[in-house]
């Protein structure tokens, strides 16, 4: 069935479990937060300590896209070494001759589907995002919901954008003591993991290591930030429109 509303569910309330994910190092661990069990697409923490890792081999891929947030510790992904909060979007085919963490390392792990090991495309490859480089935006330059996004006190960085969709994944900061703008919906998936700080919502506390994954016209807010933070955000289905259901006027 497809993902059921998750809303909130903290890391620590579930157990570590052998990870069955293809082409993952042996002995590499996991938590599923929300998973799509016709489809096999799902959010995991993956956790990999040190010498757990494949070795240098012929090029595999998997068959779905993935992506991949760095929680904590480094990520070897071919190549390319991922530091905490580095990004990578993996599409289907991109070919990796080394996925380990020798030092250890924990993951938010997005796969689109169940994956499986494939023939690597070599016309494709892993876009990676170091986010420590990129600099923070105006939320309301990326907004699909015109003037109530011009918000002050919060950046974005965006790390991926599905032109032909509106997906979108991104990180969003926001400076303590900001308010958000009432109670809202919105018409797509709307999935987030809180990476530092503390959100504070009609749903109870937001803090670092919370998650959820709210399906469309879910009602929300309002929020409140005392002492700010930064979340993990992906849209799923389209763009992320809001339609505020109460303004903070009418509060």
Same mark, same amino acid.
């Given at each position: 069935? !497809?993902? $059921?509303?998750?809303?909130?569910?903290?890391?620590? %309330?579930? *157990?570590? +479990? !052998?990870?069955?994910?293809?082409?993952? !190092?042996?002995? &590499? @661990?996991?938590?599923?937060?929300?998973?799509?069990? @016709? &489809?096999?697409? %799902?959010?995991?923490?993956?956790?990999?300590?040190?010498?757990?890792?494949? *070795? =240098?081999?012929?090029?595999?891929?998997?068959? /779905? *896209?993935?992506?991949?947030?760095?929680?904590?510790?480094?990520?070897?992904?071919?190549? +390319?070494?991922?530091?905490?909060?580095?990004? #990578?979007?993996? *599409?289907?085919?991109?070919?990796? #001759?080394?996925?380990?963490?020798?030092?250890?390392?924990?993951?938010?792990?997005?796969?689109?589907?169940?994956?499986?090991? &494939?023939?690597?495309?070599? %016309?494709?490859?892993?876009?990676?995002?170091?986010?420590?480089?990129? +600099?923070?935006?105006?939320? /309301?330059?990326?907004?699909? %919901?015109?003037?109530?996004?011009?918000?002050?006190?919060?950046?974005?960085?965006?790390?991926?954008?599905? @032109? $032909? &969709?509106?997906?979108?994944?991104?990180?969003?900061?926001?400076?303590?003591?900001?308010?958000?703008?009432?109670? +809202?919906?919105?018409?797509? =998936? $709307?999935? /987030?993991?809180?990476?530092?700080?503390?959100?504070?919502?009609?749903?109870?506390?937001?803090? @670092?290591?919370?998650?959820?994954?709210?399906?469309?016209?879910? !009602?929300?807010?309002?929020?409140?930030?005392?002492?700010?933070?930064?979340?993990?955000?992906?849209?799923?289905?389209?763009?992320?429109?809001?339609?505020?259901?109460?303004? #903070?006027? $009418?509060?």
């Amino acid at each position: 069935m !497809p993902r $059921e509303h998750v809303e909130y569910i903290h890391h620590s %309330s579930l *157990p570590w +479990e !052998p990870s069955a994910v293809a082409g993952l !190092p042996e002995g &590499t @661990e996991e938590k599923v937060l929300s998973e799509d069990t @016709e &489809t096999g697409a %799902s959010t995991r923490i993956l956790s990999m300590t040190g010498e757990r890792r494949q *070795p =240098v081999r012929d090029p595999l891929a998997w068959d /779905a *896209p993935v992506e991949i947030l760095v929680l904590d510790g480094e990520l070897w992904l071919g190549s +390319e070494v991922l530091k905490r909060f580095d990004y #990578a979007y993996v *599409p289907a085919g991109a070919s990796f #001759a080394r996925f380990g963490a020798p030092a250890g390392a924990k993951l938010l792990f997005m796969p689109d589907a169940e994956l499986s090991v &494939t023939e690597p495309d070599e %016309s494709v490859e892993a876009e990676v995002k170091r986010t420590g480089e990129m +600099e923070w935006e105006n939320v /309301a330059e990326h907004s699909t %919901s015109g003037d109530l996004w011009d918000i002050v006190g919060a950046g974005i960085k965006v790390l991926h954008e599905d @032109e $032909e &969709t509106g997906e979108r994944s991104w990180l969003l900061a926001s400076l303590p003591q900001r308010d958000g703008f009432g109670v +809202e919906e919105h018409p797509v =998936v $709307e999935e /987030a993991y809180q990476l530092l700080g503390a959100i504070e919502g009609d749903r109870g506390t937001f803090d @670092e290591g919370s998650y959820f994954w709210r399906p469309p016209h879910i !009602p929300h807010g309002p929020f409140s930030n005392e002492i700010g933070g930064m979340t993990f955000f992906r849209c799923i289905g389209g763009p992320l429109d809001t339609d505020y259901l109460v303004t #903070a006027d $009418e509060l």
